[in-house]
């Protein structure tokens, strides 16, 4: 970082940007808003950076949900065109219509950031990998959503929201990635 030299001028245009910072809280999650809150200089950037990874994360939620009821499962098919995919080609597909480039297949996926081994860990966005054959081997991926629900393209529904911790999803949670 260059050096900067602390004038009044510096000192206004920090303020400036904390003041828009701080009057914009109301678009960030509370923890960035209160963050924001009591920011001093040299922490603008990281707020900044945790409202923009809150907007990217709402922003793959919304991609992701509006595909609820329009894609068709197919397995190892990726149709974009005419919306048929499997599990990875849709995670893919919603990434990919938010600047963000992943592999085709759940165990590429899998390799991709950070591991996230406890559903507890989770944050909005992240990949979700799970077990449906094979106990212990990663052949399905969807992305949370927040409150312990994640949706995914499935074999048997399409694009549908299901809860994590009860019922089919339960005991098949492997890991999340956070990218």
């Not at 197919?74 to 919306?83: A, I, V």
């Not at 599990?87 to 996926?109: D, E, R």
Request: aromatic share 8%.
């Amino acid at each position: 970082m260059p050096f900067v030299k602390k004038n009044r001028l510096t000192h206004s245009v920090v303020g400036l940007s904390l003041s828009l910072l701080v009057a914009g809280t109301a678009l960030l999650s509370p923890q960035a808003a209160n963050a924001a809150t009591s920011t001093t200089n040299g922490e603008a950037a990281a707020v900044t950076a945790t409202a923009m990874s809150t907007s990217r994360a709402d922003s793959i939620v919304r991609t992701a949900k509006s595909y609820i009821g329009k894609v068709k499962y197919s397995f190892g098919t990726r149709n974009t065109s005419r919306l048929i995919l499997d599990c990875s080609a849709y995670t893919q597909l919603v990434f990919s219509k938010n600047g963000i480039s992943l592999p085709w297949g759940s165990q590429a996926q899998a390799k991709l950031g950070t591991r996230v081994s406890k559903k507890t860990s989770l944050s909005k966005g992240d990949l979700v990998m799970f077990s449906t054959s094979k106990p212990g081997r990663i052949n399905h991926v969807g992305i949370y959503i927040g409150n312990g629900q994640f949706v995914s393209n499935t074999t048997s529904s399409g694009v549908v929201i299901r809860d994590m911790n009860t019922g089919y999803w339960k005991d098949r949670f492997i890991m999340g990635r956070h990218l």
